[in-house]
């Protein structure tokens, strides 16, 4: 087993209490081992990494984007992240749109962006499935954490103009609305059936059906359900569906958010918020801020930052964090936001967004505070294995 000492380094843990200190931490086969303050043990290491004085961090996480679905440079060639000729697509797999090779993967991993999910897109009220990756791998089957972690939901704008554009429902966000709880009815009773035929020997199962079978683990609360909205009452829509059928929510984008931040502090659920690094290209982000993070936060809501890469490149998440903190949101809170809470989100809090022993080594080395603009990543390691190197 391979062991790296990395030292000469201030240690950014992330951890609940928010330790930072002078010292050392130990990769031990792809995972952290002993970390510490002062000097290093006096140890044999397969290797030794001086960092120079500067700033280690858990690896940055990204809990929304369409990496690899929508090539850097291309086109229509390139463009898998949106199967608009049917609006309920449940079945479709974001990994199976994904191409690693793709050099915004590359980006990502020079920016210390480690792990994202990856989701199609939002012209369909259900548009598939999200699949969380880690950003390092020529092969997604190697790279893939947790497929799937969510089913991804659309309301608002994008299923009506799409649709709109066809003469085809939806054309409005009732009827965006009542396909998604028909589809989810009908996988209910997919769900019953299927339990009562085990249950019970001489039911019969329900014929096979891929896109309710794709929705049986949401039912179940196995994963979440990500659901795409901007404006305000379609985040009540989108609470209001998720109560009905006893749905685990996650708001992604959440542009008007901040404004009913009161309201939802109740709700208990995570919003992953972003972009804000852009122009208010549709009516519904007339209210789009880049002080949303540090408001929600305020009110006590569970925020992760998206830049809802390729809108934003993922390079520039790190941008996005600083940002937030200039428009006023806590220097450690902004941190949180793309490390340990996005991988709380994620269902992963166990394995990333922490300098913790026993959690997976992944990791990004700062020439000086990350929230300095003039720093600069100078490693980034993944499992435990270097793949960028700047020293």
Partial sequence: MKRTLIKNVTVVTMNEKDERFPGWIVLEGGKFGALGAGLPPADAFDETVDGQGGYLLP????????????????????????????????????IDGVNPMDQAFREALDAGVTTVAVSPGSANPIGGQVALVKTAGRRIDDMVLKAPLAVKFAFGENPKSVYHDKDETPVTRMATAAL???????????????????????????????????????????????FHAHRADDIFTALRIAKEFELRPVIVHGTEAHMVADLLAGENVPVVNGPYMTDRSKPELKNLTERAPALLREAGIETAITVDHPEIPLRLLLTAVQLAVRAGMDETDALRAVTSVPAHIAGMGDRLGMLKPGMDADLVLFSGHPLDWKSRVQAVWVDGETQVRRM
Avoid: C
């Fill in 180 to 226: 998604i709880r028909e589809q989810l009815y009908k996988a209910k009773e997919y769900l019953w059936r299927k339990e009562r035929a085990q249950a019970d020997p001489d039911e019969d199962e329900p014929d096979y059906d891929m896109k309710l079978e794709a929705l049986v683990p949401l039912l179940r609360g196995e994963i979440t359900a990500h």
């Fill in 59 to 94: 690896g940055l996480i990204d809990v929304h984007s369409h990496l690899g679905l929508y090539e850097d440079g291309l086109g229509f060639e390139g463009a898998d992240g949106n199967e608009d000729t049917d609006p309920i697509t449940p079945q479709l797999r974001a």
